[in-house]
């Protein structure tokens, strides 16, 4: 009998050589939940329960007959939680109507999976205008939003092409040499556009107004970055990021990955391919659409981080890859589906998916670039029996046949120059494209520095409408709450404490609901009625399922000190046994929503009610 070649009862790797940052990184690429609709009714934003369910091939069925199927299946994945005959579910406001604009905050969404997927639902007869504004603490995420802004509106190219470029830059350590030509041909424009001397359309989409001087030198020289002829070794960086992760482990890597596939993607989503993920694992190449050479490095992914000179003592930035090495960039675009293709895309032969992830991502991306040129549904084709028969035909061929790509010379390359004459000048005249028309009365606002001071300015309060914050960047809500600091926490009382069973912060402490809603930015920021959604750890495979679960109720916690209320608590924040055992902790994390949903409540309140409150407390 053959023998194991690692003890599997030796801890993971961070467990016993590192605190765990050398596999997540210091600069977030890419989000690891499933893209939202943040104005109309997303049914992804109610789902529980693992993504990407598999559905068994099959006979042929009547139309009437798949409906039915369909609808059947959607439920259990696509339920909704809240329910009807719940009263006490609370209830976002209507949106405005009007003239007056729609704010929604992104908060640390790493990735523009929310704005494209927002856009792409809009319909022709929808004239609300969107404002979206988009905080991220690292401006190379920035200057990524703004790239990938560009590219799902460059009409220019074919929505196949763009769909394929979109991918390779968005998850990619190397990508294809058309794909590096085309990211350095359109980064002096971008320099251009930061100095406010661009013709481009984008220049009337993207307000950098609410940016400091420094923070737009620093956006421009990410961009300079990109040039041509600016050096930057991703396989060799990427490698010493995954020897210091895995360190003596390092010669037993695969096994490692594979340990982290079975225990947190598999049951949770599935159709993310092994053989796909044990790929990015080793060379941080996510996404290949087809058959071509992925040599050239990704050079978006590029980032500085603070370290300490050796020699002397100071503190320097230095250039490299900071970006994870072991949360794939799957979830954001391939683990979830419309409803009405879902049953087609996650059938299940042998035990297999007969589609990949990478296979999900292209239907998503190119149903969303779509709908937003053209304002229409995207659907797959018809239905044919061939897809209930052995070797099972997929509906991605046909649209694949039809969308073959063509091979387009844009005039951006004779028109765009790297060397710029000093002085300022005025904009140059390129015949770009115009935007796509889900663009039409949308703006894009960027933001940068510490979140707190940012959002604590008079112009945004009760500004935000809906709103989106990513699982980094509750670390600054936590602080801002002391709800990392023992002394401060009120949900560290003795007798919460010595709970047996932690319950949700309704729960447990009624009285503490809005108790620091007067001192938190955050809350100050959201209009009353507002719907936030806060990305869990539910998808991230590195932590343990009891640090996952416990994460639910720490951001619950600090939902509940604001005065927000939360949606379907039963399912978001589940009860937690202290002698619960990781499976146990894993069943529950496996069952539980996406996402923690927050209708917020009334603004700040004054001295008299806040130290009614308190006293209520203390007593």
């Known amino acids: 009998m053959a023998a194991i070649s690692v003890d599997r009862s030796l801890p993971r790797p961070q467990a016993y050589s590192s605190d765990g940052t050398d ?67 609370p209830q976002p406001a209507p949106l405005p109507e009007g003239d007056e ?5 992104i908060l640390a969404g790493a990735d523009l999976r929310h704005v494209v997927k927002t856009l792409a639902r809009r319909r022709k007869q929808e004239h609300r205008r969107l404002r979206f504004y988009i905080h991220e603490k690292d401006h190379e995420v920035l200057a990524r939003h703004v790239l990938f802004l560009q590219i799902i509106n460059n009409k220019a190219l074919p929505i196949r092409e763009r769909m ?81 992760y895995y360190r003596e482990r390092y010669d037993y890597r695969k096994n490692l990955m594979d340990s982290d596939y079975q225990n947190f993607i598999k049951d949770s989503a599935g159709i993310i391919n092994w053989f796909h993920y044990k790929e990015f694992g080793h060379t941080g190449v996510a996404f290949e659409t087809r058959l071509a050479g992925y040599s050239m490095p990704n050079k978006t992914l590029a980032s500085y981080t603070e370290a300490v000179d050796r020699s002397k003592g100071t503190t320097v930035q230095v250039r490299g890859f900071w970006g994870d090495i072991i949360n794939s960039p799957y979830h954001a675009f391939c683990t979830r589906t419309d409803p009405e293709a879902r049953s087609r895309l996650f059938k299940i032969s042998s035990q297999q998916y007969r589609h990949t992830e990478t296979d999900i991502a292209e239907y998503n991306l190119t149903a969303y670039i779509s709908e937003m040129e053209t304002g229409e549904k995207f659907s ?49 005249k390129v015949d770009w494209p115009s935007l796509s028309s889900a663009m039409e009365g949308v703006q894009v606002i960027l933001l940068t520095g510490d979140a707190k001071e940012v959002l604590k300015k008079p112009r945004y309060k009760g500004l935000f409408h809906r709103a989106f914050i990513g699982s980094m960047g509750t670390g600054q809500l936590f602080e801002e709450l002391g709800l990392n600091s023992g002394s401060e ?21 009624p009285d503490a609901f809005g108790l620091k809603r007067d001192e938190s930015a955050f809350a100050s920021c959201m209009a009353q009625g507002a719907e936030v959604a806060v990305e869990t750890l539910k998808y991230q495979a590195h932590f343990d399922a009891s640090i996952r679960v416990s994460f639910r109720h720490r951001v619950a916690q600090a939902g509940h000190l604001m005065g927000w209320k939360v949606q379907d608590e039963k399912r978001a924040v589940p009860r937690l046994e202290s002698d619960m055992q990781e499976r146990g ?31 209520d407390l203390d007593g």
Not at 68 to 88: H, I, P, Q, R, Y
Not at 407 to 419: G, I, L, P, R
């Open 164 to 244: 394929e470029l979109f991918l390779s830059l968005y998850g990619n350590t190397l990508v294809r040499e058309r794909d590096s030509t085309y990211l350095s041909e359109i980064a002096p424009e971008f320099v251009e556009l930061i100095t406010d001397n661009s013709s481009h359309p984008l220049s009337e989409v993207i307000d950098l107004t609410h940016l400091k001087f420094k923070d737009r030198d620093v956006l421009q020289d990410v961009f300079k970055g990109w040039f041509k002829d600016v050096a930057f070794d991703i396989e060799a960086l990427r490698e010493q990021r995954l020897r210091g």
């Open 101 to 105: 604009p729609v704010n929604v905050l």
């Open 380 to 428: 797959l084709p018809a239905e044919v029996p061939e897809e209930h028969v052995y070797p099972y035909a997929s509906p991605l061929d046909t649209l694949r046949a039809v969308d073959k790509v063509v091979e387009v010379t844009e005039a951006v390359s004779k028109d765009v120059s790297h060397d710029r004459p000093q002085g300022r000048r005025a904009p140059k």
């Open 489 to 509: 926490n009120p949900f560290n009382a003795p007798e919460a404490a010595s709970s047996r069973i932690r319950k949700p912060p309704s729960k447990e402490m």
């Open 585 to 615: 902790h894993c069943e529950l994390e496996r069952q539980a929503t996406d996402f923690l949903r927050f209708v917020t409540g009334p603004g700040a309140r004054g001295p008299s009610e806040q130290s009614s409150a308190l006293a």
């Open 23 to 89: 596999a997540v990184g210091f600069v977030q690429f890419w989000g690891n939940s499933p893209a939202l609709d943040l104005v109309g009714q997303d049914v992804q934003a109610r789902a529980f329960g693992p993504a990407a369910v598999g559905t068994n091939p099959g006979g042929y069925k009547s139309e009437e007959k798949i409906h039915e199927k369909n609808n059947e299946l959607n439920m259990g994945v696509f339920e909704d939680s809240g329910g009807t005959a719940d009263e006490d579910e």
